[in-house]
């Protein structure tokens, strides 16, 4: 599933190709990933709106038009890709036999690409997503306030909502596995099972570990942490294993600085002793027992 910096490399990517645009006409091929409004409200009330902004929280995407916020949820194969008139369609693509993901630099509607929005310039972003997953929301302006699932997200880790105080406090309220608490979007947005490991990590913790029984250092080493393993992987323009591309259809490069997740069996790159794998919850977590207590 995208997480925080996946998501933030695609809102980076989209901010200087769609922002100002028109929306002429939107295709709709899969109507359960359309929320609210019904698909056919939801496209007659996008068109002739103008792309006003992009931005981001959590793992949502937030476009802004004249009239409506638009939410968009990647769900764990979602794809948001700029489709661009002047260029060819890339039909050398490779497909995954088992995930079936496309790999192009600008690929032409398949039987993945549920949504589609055309521009009034020719150009157009396509939705492309294999497991149907992904979630699209639309609200007037005025009613966005009721949008929980954005309004209840947690702190942001690069905003000023990333409070140490703010922190303990959420902390010290569960009494759960610590992996169990990261993976929750209203303790910390926009972490996910890659970045969690990778925090826990660089925390030297084990994610069975309780969170009453961590020490005040070992808080703050956490609490540096997480935005500390998120920079990395926005640095590196997000994780790619097997669905996430960003808008031009690329792979992210941050799987190749990977301290432990995903790395099961392979030796660890501080003491050489081997990643292990568990189930926290039906998800996989990796650490190295040695660096992590």
């Not at 929320?35 to 006003?52: E, F, G, T, V, Y």
């Not at 993976?183 to 969690?196: D, E, K, M, R, T």
């Not at 925390?203 to 961590?214: C, D, H, I, M």
């Not at 600085?257 to 039906?282: A, F, M, N, P």
């Amino acid at each position: 599933m995208p997480e925080l910096p996946e998501v933030e490399t695609i809102r980076r990517g989209l901010v200087n190709k769609i922002v100002g645009k028109t929306i002429e006409k939107i295709k709709i091929r899969c109507k359960r990933i359309v929320l609210l409004p019904p698909p056919r409200q939801w496209s007659l009330a996008l068109r002739n709106q103008d792309i006003k902004d992009i931005s981001r929280r959590g793992k949502f995407l937030l476009l802004s038009t004249n009239d409506y916020q638009l939410l968009v949820h990647l769900g764990m194969t979602g794809q948001l890709t700029y489709w661009d008139k002047n260029k060819h369609n890339d039909n050398k693509f490779f497909v995954d036999p088992l995930t079936g993901l496309q790999k192009a630099q600008q690929h032409a509607v398949d039987k993945h690409t549920h949504i589609s929005l055309y521009f009034s310039d020719g150009n157009a972003m396509h939705y492309r997503d294999i497991r149907q997953f992904g979630k699209w929301r639309l609200y007037l302006v005025d009613d966005f306030k009721h949008a929980n699932e954005y309004w209840n997200l947690g702190m942001e880790p690069f905003t000023s909502q990333y409070r140490w105080a703010h922190f303990c406090d959420k902390l010290e309220k569960r009494n759960t596995k610590i992996k169990s608490l990261l993976l929750n979007q209203q303790f910390v947005a926009g972490l996910g099972n890659i970045y969690a490991d990778e925090a826990l990590f660089e925390a030297g913790l084990q994610p069975v570990r309780k969170t009453t029984s961590l020490s005040k250092i070992e808080k703050t080493r956490l609490f540096r942490a997480i935005p500390k393993v998120l920079k990395r992987g926005l640095k590196y323009g997000g994780t790619s294993f097997q669905n996430y591309l960003n808008v031009n259809g690329e792979t992210g490069n941050n799987q190749e600085h990977l301290r432990v997740y995903g790395r099961s069996g392979k030796t660890c790159w501080k003491c050489q002793e081997q990643i292990i794998r568990i189930l926290i919850c039906q998800r996989s977590s990796h650490f190295c027992p040695h660096c992590q207590r």
